[in-house]
């Protein structure tokens, strides 16, 4: 379980999430890394919902280590008890050096960390898991796999997390059209390229980044004091009913609902 939690409010009373900085030879693979804790004994589970970004995730987890494909739909974690968990967020085509096969292999998947970095993995998650409350130690033991199996620097990986930075910092950058011009790449050739080292397309991407503002906009306050018009206008919808749209089938729900359910 990584970034992207839905109903953040609610979560912050379930779990605490801290992210730190990955080592200084891993920055141009690694977005940053993660550790979630939670103590709910006495207490029902809890599930929580989250929108994932265009980013591949290793976890380690009491169930083991395990790589988790970008997830086109919404991901569901449920927590019962207690235990931690540390994850690494890969930059947008960062795992691609690391995995053999085009990163679109991995979408809507989770797999056995084994089967990319081989019995070190499970090694590295016992150490992991055993470092307890000491979070650098947790890190330290997670990278410490990927050092070891690091590949050369990768330059396309830089272009690419650029290319997605770009989308989700520009909230006018909204056709792939406005992408191809700004990378100078044939719109096939770009497709291709975030196919093989993001795993989605750069269209998904710029939908996803649009939810994301949604979700985060909505997030502190309830439905009256948003006006979805003028939220629908400044992410580029055409319209109100676009954006509900949008919203409702990727998570379910119309964006007043969540924003109610957010309060």
Known sequence: ????????????????????????????????????RWDLRGQPPYEQQILPHPNVNLAFEATGAAVFG?????FTRRLSETGHALGIRFRPGGFRPFHSKPIFTLNDRVVPAARTFGPDADQACAVVMAAGPDDEA??????????????????????????????????????????????????????????DYVGVSPKWVMRRARLHEVALRVEPDGPASVDWATLAADLGYADQAHLTRDFTATLGMPPSRYARGSR
């Open 1 to 36: 379980m990584g970034p992207g939690v839905l109903h953040a409010g609610a979560a912050a009373t379930r779990f605490t999430l801290n992210r730190y900085s990955p080592p200084a030879d891993l920055r141009p693979f690694v977005d940053f890394c993660w550790v979630v």
């Open 138 to 195: 947790m890190v330290a033991a997670a990278a410490g796999l990927l050092v070891e199996h690091g590949p050369a620097a990768d330059p396309v990986v830089e272009q690419v997390a650029g290319l997605v930075g770009r989308i989700t910092e520009d909230s006018g950058l909204r056709r792939v059209a406005q992408l191809v011009e700004l990378s100078g790449l044939p719109e096939r050739r770009l497709q291709r390229l975030f196919a």
């Open 70 to 74: 970008v997830d086109r739909k919404i």
